[in-house]
């Protein structure tokens, strides 16, 4: 497997976000390798040599990424507001 460090940074961002939007727009059926490298702008080799197994670990990598993400509350903002910034975005990951 290829070194994770030595991926271009833009790249691996695109292609987690051709992924991430694909599903997002049309369910499992709309993923595949091709799409997501025409998406991202890269070849489809770039996909297969950072992700062997394919287009489930692209998905599962780019739905990974978006959980780590962490909500963005209002500077200053209290407990409250930090709890619901939170829940806002366990919605919207998973609706």
């Given at each position: 497997?290829?070194?994770?460090?030595r991926?271009?940074?833009d790249?691996?961002?695109?292609?987690?976000?051709?992924a991430?939007?694909?599903?997002?727009?049309?369910g499992w059926?709309?993923?595949s390798?091709?799409a997501?490298a025409?998406?991202a702008?890269?070849g489809k080799?770039?996909?297969?040599?950072?992700?062997p197994?394919?287009k489930?670990?692209?998905v599962?990598e780019a739905f990974l990424?978006?959980a780590?993400a962490?909500?963005?509350p209002a500077?200053?903002?209290?407990l409250?507001?930090?709890?619901r910034?939170?829940?806002?975005h366990?919605?919207?990951?998973y609706?």
């Amino acid at each position: 497997m290829p070194d994770p460090a030595r991926r271009n940074p833009d790249v691996h961002r695109a292609v987690l976000d051709a992924a991430w939007s694909l599903t997002a727009e049309g369910g499992w059926q709309a993923v595949s390798v091709d799409a997501i490298a025409a998406r991202a702008g890269v070849g489809k080799r770039t996909v297969y040599r950072w992700w062997p197994a394919g287009k489930a670990a692209v998905v599962l990598e780019a739905f990974l990424d978006r959980a780590r993400a962490r909500p963005a509350p209002a500077a200053g903002a209290g407990l409250t507001e930090l709890l619901r910034a939170h829940a806002r975005h366990f919605v919207d990951l998973y609706s």
